[in-house]
Each structure stands twice: as structure tokens, then as C-alpha cells.
């Protein structure tokens, strides 16, 4: 999983202005929810969650999940802004993000009312999960969820290009 963001964020860098690895990091994300939950909303990438009345990138239940590359304080005062609503905030970002997300929330003193999970390590354990462990139903789960990203590119972003190529 991890090259797929090293692959947009090396676009990123090719492409100043596009934010390539948030996006990626996002659909990826939509995409897992889409395949447990096909009822939940998604947007494009670029669509901003005060306006459409979200949370964080997706609502689901009681929870409100950001997804980003890089967490900030704008970031948090939305999770604290979450918190005061009832809704429980889980960051999704990359790995070496982690820290920074927890250590923000820490200064700000609501550590303890929020989850902040590595997109590496949510995406890995739900194809392991789903997959039953098993290398060939791994493979399939893990073109279920490239086939799932793909159609919300389509639907979702105005970049083709945002497509991951996949044969197991």
C-alpha cells in the first residue's frame, strides 16, 4: 500500500499544485469504507466538509473521519469541534504523520478523545482480514478494493490519471 502514496507524492513533487497524495489517500480510504459500508457518502477530494455540512471527510455513525497528509491545527480545532457535537474524530494519515497528529492533540489537550490511525496499516489489515489471511483471497480482496478507488475516481475526481493499475 505504501507505494501507492510513495507514487503520488513523487507526482506531487513532478506536478507542483496537485495534491496527488491526499487524494490518493482519501479515495483509498473511501474506497474500504465503500466495500463494508456501500451506503456511505463520498466526495471528491476537493470538497470542502463545512459547507457540505460533514464533519471530516466521511461521517459514519457517531464518528467523523479526517483524512490527511498533513495534520494541523486548523485539523484539530475541527476534531474538538467534532468532540463538542457528540461525534468521536479519527485521523487517517500516513505513517510518518502519526506523530504529529497525536502530539498536536496532546498540546491542545484532547489526546484522549481521539484516534489517529496510519492509512499504511488501516488499508493492510483490512485486506489481511478480509482476505482470511489466505494469499489468493488477499489478492482478490486487494483488486475488490483498486476496482472500488478506481469507480470513485470516476465519479468523484475530474483526473483520469488518479487510476491505479492493478493485476494480481
Not at 476537493?46 to 495534520?71: E, K, L, Q, W, Y
Request: net charge negative; glycine share 8%.
Amino acid at each position: 500500500m505504501g507505494h501507492l502514496l510513495d507514487q503520488a507524492k513523487k507526482r506531487q513533487k513532478e506536478n507542483p499544485g496537485t495534491m496527488y497524495e491526499g487524494i490518493v489517500l482519501q479515495q483509498l480510504v473511501a474506497a474500504k469504507l465503500s466495500i463494508i459500508m456501500p451506503e456511505v457518502a463520498v466526495n471528491g477530494a476537493s470538497v470542502a466538509d463545512d459547507p457540505t455540512g460533514r464533519g471530516g471527510d466521511f461521517n459514519i455513525g457517531d464518528t467523523a473521519i479526517h483524512c490527511t497528509t498533513a495534520p494541523a491545527t486548523l485539523l484539530m480545532e475541527k476534531c474538538q469541534s467534532n468532540i463538542k457535537s457528540g461525534l468521536h474524530p479519527i485521523i487517517i494519515t500516513i505513517k510518518d504523520r502519526v506523530k504529529t497528529a497525536w502530539d498536536l492533540a496532546a498540546d491542545m489537550g484532547f489526546a484522549e478523545r481521539l484516534e489517529v490511525w496510519d492509512i499504511q496499516a488501516f488499508l493492510s489489515t483490512n485486506v489481511h482480514e478480509h482476505g482470511r489471511f489466505s494469499k489468493d483471497e488477499r489478492k482478490a480482496m486487494l483488486a475488490d478494493l483498486i476496482a472500488a478507488y478506481n469507480k470513485i475516481i470516476d465519479a468523484c475526481e475530474t483526473d483520469p490519471s488518479l487510476h491505479i493499475e492493478y493485476g494480481n
